[in-house]
């Protein structure tokens, strides 16, 4: 079904690189045709001047159409492509149909490798808020996960848990000395402790060696430490868990930086082995060349750090897993952290240090530029967050008569957040504005799920199957639907290949408006049999595509709203 797989072995014929026309060929603005060839560079190689090069090539072509091919027009350096409407109609309609289980569900017919892809995203710290900030990393975590697994991957979802370190000393120390009377079960105890510690430490400074002591202790596996650390485990993923079930996210494994306490051993004894541990004041680090920073692993006290663990956590995931790439959805403030990891495993030899990649993105703030900061208390809870969006959009739903009104707002609200933190290209920073996320007309997860629920509804009225006629199809309006359908496959393997859900997000907007302008253009129940039921197959369509779209990227699609 892949036309630009069709054009590119067809222009062999003409002497034309198989390979080299994929990757040259665009989709082209309909006036223009159905695709355009540049020829420049090809022209350039036979050292031939590219508007002749195009005349010719064109000429030649409409000698020799083929039967699915109108025309190939010559445009400057360009060869632009027309399609015999009909055909691609019909077999883009026999693609999709294909595709399309009996609910609607997509199968993926793409042949690619399997792989093992390993996700480490979320990664939230144990006994600290998770606030707007984690935003990001979750969804686009998430949506990779579905992603690769449309494709067909094995996907393992790594909840990297920041469980780990002297606040734990701290809170521990807390809970035994402001917090005994009562059994701590919330967050909010938590945190509060944490500041209440902060606050007398800042007066008394014995409290940190006291904090020290106890973080010793679990570190020893002393019992009691060890229990009260597994209480602040217990009580932040309770919490949590109410937002990965919001957000309809699972992960494989919550093994964190804990977890690879007693699995150091082999990063340090091959760093020794390979002779890349070099004293530093009292401390051990692995030099990462000129001009750049080392790479610190052991503290003068022998403890390990954030960047120990990761290696330990890296090893041991090729070891349980076998992945063939490693992500990190991790901020951009990080970069550096994982350039050195990775770079510490090619030294140390591991052959597939180059398949651990970092997902960087920006950063998140609150429209009216609120700083998103835990230390200052001004922190925004994705909880709130959620919440707020789903309570403005029941105001806007109330007066609907709809059914399913609480399901429906909570759908609607907590996919406008969802699609709002996914529109954007990752890494860039971005203010997230709940005017914005929540406008049912813009460029928003409202309006994608609004125009889903408009096909839902036509096609409650008239049900019909995908044997339509073709000839019915042939407009501008309805054609450049149906273009975008065919590209669904296309979008999702290039949105793979660059670890980018807004190409996905991109994508389902330009398919509504699209498809909406087609809506208000073409009457489409009432008319001649065959008329409608050609445009209602467009509907049927597009209807799927985008529920299997918004899947993609960890939005649900509502039938009313
Ligand atoms: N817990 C860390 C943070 O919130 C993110 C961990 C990312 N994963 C990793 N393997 N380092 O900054």
Same mark, same amino acid.
């Given at each position: 079904?892949?036309?630009?797989?069709?054009?590119?072995?067809?222009?062999t014929?003409f002497?034309l690189?198989?390979?080299?026309?994929?990757?040259?060929?665009?989709d082209?603005?309909l006036k223009?045709?159905?695709?355009?060839?540049?020829?420049f560079?090809?022209?350039?190689?036979?050292?031939?001047?590219?508007?002749?090069?195009?005349i010719?090539?064109?000429?030649?072509i409409?000698?020799?159409?083929?039967?699915?091919?109108?025309?190939a027009?010559?445009a400057?350096?360009?060869?632009?492509?027309?399609?015999?409407?009909?055909?691609?109609?019909?077999?883009?309609?026999?693609?999709?149909?294909?595709?399309?289980?009996?609910?609607?569900?997509y199968?993926?017919?793409?042949p690619?490798?399997?792989?093992?892809?390993?996700?480490?995203?979320?990664?939230?710290?144990?006994?600290?808020?998770?606030?707007?900030?984690?935003?990001?990393?979750?969804?686009i975590?998430?949506?990779?996960c579905?992603?690769?697994?449309?494709l067909?991957h094995?996907?393992? =979802?790594?909840?990297?848990l920041?469980?780990?370190?002297?606040q734990?000393?701290?809170?521990?120390?807390?809970?035994?000395?402001?917090?005994e009377?009562?059994?701590i079960?919330?967050?909010?105890?938590?945190?509060?402790?944490y500041?209440?510690?902060h606050?007398e430490a800042?007066?008394?400074?014995?409290?940190?060696?006291?904090?020290?002591?106890?973080?010793?202790?679990i570190?020893?596996?002393?019992k009691e430490?060890?229990?009260l650390?597994n209480?602040?485990?217990?009580?932040?993923?309770?919490?949590?868990?109410?937002?990965?079930?919001m957000?309809?996210?699972?992960?494989?494994?919550?093994?964190?930086?804990? *977890?690879?306490?007693?699995?150091?051993?082999i990063?340090?004894?091959?760093l020794?082995?390979?002779?890349?541990?070099v004293?530093?004041?009292?401390?051990?680090?692995?030099?990462?060349?000129?001009?750049?920073?080392?790479c @610190?692993?052991?503290?003068s006290? =022998?403890?390990?750090?954030y960047?120990?663990?990761?290696?330990?956590?890296?090893?041991y995931?090729?070891?349980?897993?076998?992945?063939?790439?490693?992500?990190?959805?991790?901020?951009?403030?990080?970069?550096?952290?994982f350039k050195?990891?990775?770079?510490?495993?090619?030294?140390?030899?591991?052959d597939?240090? !180059?398949?651990?990649?970092?997902i960087?993105?920006g950063?998140?703030?609150l429209?009216? =530029?609120?700083?998103?900061?835990?230390r200052?208390?001004?922190?925004v809870?994705?909880k709130?967050?959620?919440?707020?969006?789903?309570?403005?959009t029941?105001?806007?739903?109330? !007066?609907?008569?709809?059914?399913d009104?609480?399901?429906?707002?909570?759908?609607?609200?907590?996919?406008?957040?969802?699609f *709002?933190?996914l529109?954007?290209?990752?890494?860039?920073? @971005?203010?997230?504005s709940?005017?914005?996320?929540?406008? *049912?007309?813009?460029?928003?997860?409202?309006?994608?799920?609004?125009?889903?629920?408009?096909?839902?509804?036509?096609?409650?009225?008239?049900?019909?199957?995908?044997?339509?006629?073709?000839?019915?199809?042939?407009?501008? *309006?309805?054609?450049?639907?149906?273009?975008?359908?065919?590209?669904? !496959?296309?979008?999702v393997?290039d949105?793979a290949y660059?670890?980018?859900?807004?190409?996905?997000?991109?994508?389902?907007?330009?398919?509504?408006?699209?498809?909406n302008?087609f809506?208000?253009?073409?009457?489409?129940?009432?008319?001649?049999?065959?008329?409608?039921?050609a445009?209602? =197959?467009?509907?049927?369509?597009?209807?799927?595509?985008?529920?299997?779209?918004?899947?993609?990227?960890?939005?649900?699609?509502?039938?009313? @709203?």
């Open positions: 079904m892949n036309y630009k797989q069709k054009i590119a072995k067809y222009l014929k002497e690189e198989e390979n080299n026309v994929l990757m040259l060929i665009q082209a603005d223009n045709g159905d695709f355009a060839l540049p020829v560079k090809i022209a350039a190689s036979l050292k031939q001047n590219p508007m002749q090069f195009a010719d090539l064109a000429n030649k409409n000698e020799n159409k083929s039967n699915w091919l109108d025309k027009m010559p400057g350096g360009y060869v632009n492509f027309y399609f015999k409407r009909q055909v691609f109609i019909k077999d883009t309609f026999d693609y999709l149909c294909k595709k399309t289980k009996g609910d609607g569900e199968k993926n017919l793409v690619a490798a399997k792989k093992t892809i390993a996700i480490d995203y979320s990664s939230i710290n144990i006994a600290k808020d998770f606030h707007i900030g984690h935003l990001l990393t979750t969804v975590g998430g949506s990779l579905e992603i690769f697994s449309y067909g094995k996907v393992v =979802g790594i909840n990297h920041g469980d780990w370190g002297t734990f000393g701290k809170l521990i120390y807390a809970v035994k000395t402001w917090g009377d009562k059994p079960n919330s967050m909010e105890e938590l945190t509060a402790l500041v209440k510690y606050n800042d007066k008394d400074k014995s409290l940190d060696d006291k904090a020290r002591e106890w973080f010793k202790k570190e020893d596996a002393d430490a060890l229990k650390f209480e602040f485990k217990r009580i932040t993923l309770k919490e949590v868990n109410k937002i990965y079930d957000l309809g996210i699972k992960f494989d494994s919550y093994d964190g930086e804990s *977890f690879f306490n007693d699995k150091m051993g990063v340090i004894d091959t020794k082995e390979k002779k890349l541990l004293e530093s004041d009292k401390a051990f680090v692995v030099e990462m060349g000129e001009n750049e920073p080392p @610190m692993i052991l503290k006290d =022998g403890a390990t750090l960047a120990t663990r990761d290696l330990a956590a890296a090893i995931r090729k070891k349980t897993y076998d992945f063939d790439e490693n992500l990190y959805v991790v901020a951009y403030q990080q970069n550096l952290h050195q990891v990775f770079k510490v495993l090619e030294l140390m030899g591991y597939w240090a !180059d398949r651990c990649k970092h960087a993105f950063m998140v703030s429209e009216g =530029g609120e700083a998103l900061s835990t200052k208390g001004n922190v809870l994705l709130d967050v959620l919440k707020t969006s789903v309570d403005k029941m105001q806007i739903i109330k !007066d609907r008569g709809l059914e009104k609480d399901r429906i707002a909570h759908e609607v609200g907590v996919g406008a957040v969802v *709002f933190a529109y954007n290209q990752r890494i860039k920073d @971005m203010v997230f709940f005017d914005k996320a929540l406008n *049912f007309d813009g460029e928003t997860g409202p309006y994608l799920q609004y125009t889903h629920a408009r096909c839902c509804s036509l096609v409650n009225k008239f049900d019909c199957n995908f044997d339509i006629e073709a000839k019915y199809l042939e407009d501008d *309006f309805a054609y450049e639907v149906i273009r975008l359908l065919s590209r669904f !496959d296309d979008i393997l949105a660059k670890y980018e859900p807004s190409i996905i997000a991109r994508y389902l907007i330009d398919l509504c408006q699209c498809f302008r809506y208000f253009e073409k009457k489409i129940l009432g008319q001649e049999e065959g008329v409608t039921k445009r209602m =197959g467009i509907v049927k369509l597009v209807k799927n595509a985008l529920k299997n779209g918004m899947k993609l990227i960890k939005m649900n699609a509502p039938n009313k @709203m």
